[in-house]
């Protein structure tokens, strides 16, 4: 597990364009934290970074929103329904097993239909200070040590 903090939305979405850099269709990614912790604001900097051009906005109401980008990208909410039932008659398995990357907001409605690798992101708001994320990573060791890496390099970095 590895820590990560931002203090503003342009942070938050450029730690998402960094872990977009690292999926491969057949990934999904669990998202959890509070109501405005940071959880679309994360998915927009994914989706930039596997160059969805569509507009990206959380799917509260219709449940599941697709996106074109370098591979198809699912972007689920499970704020509203909670019936693991309701979402095995509506499809889900074809998205967390399907042949694009799956973002699935408030992942706990759904957590014993995640597959046992997914990448896991705790995003907490710091009430005193609005700007403030604490974003919790857990993935392949691999994976968090090359996302650390690029995370800490500067703008100018050459690595």
């Not at 679309?40 to 051009?53: D, F, H, Q, R």
């Not at 109401?61 to 095995?88: A, K, Q």
């Not at 399907?98 to 995640?114: C, F, K, R, T």
């Amino acid at each position: 597990m590895m820590e990560i903090q931002t203090h503003s939305a342009t942070e938050t979405v450029r730690i998402g364009k960094i872990v977009a850099g690292f999926l491969k269709p057949g990934d999904v990614i669990a998202f959890t934290g509070n109501l405005a912790a940071g959880k679309t604001t994360m998915i927009k900097g994914i989706c930039a970074g596997l160059n969805v051009s569509q507009n990206v906005d959380s799917p509260t109401f219709t449940l599941v929103n697709e996106y074109s980008g370098r591979f198809p990208v699912y972007h689920i909410d499970c704020y509203r329904e909670h019936r693991i039932e309701e979402w095995l008659e509506l499809g889900i398995l074809e998205y967390l097993f399907g042949d694009g990357v799956a973002l699935v907001e408030w992942a706990e409605g759904i957590a014993s239909l995640l597959p046992a690798n997914a990448i896991r992101i705790v995003i907490e708001q710091d009430i005193s200070d609005e700007s403030f994320r604490r974003i919790e990573l857990t993935a392949d060791p691999d994976i968090e040590a090359a996302l650390l890496h690029l995370i800490s390099c500067k703008e100018d970095c050459k690595c």
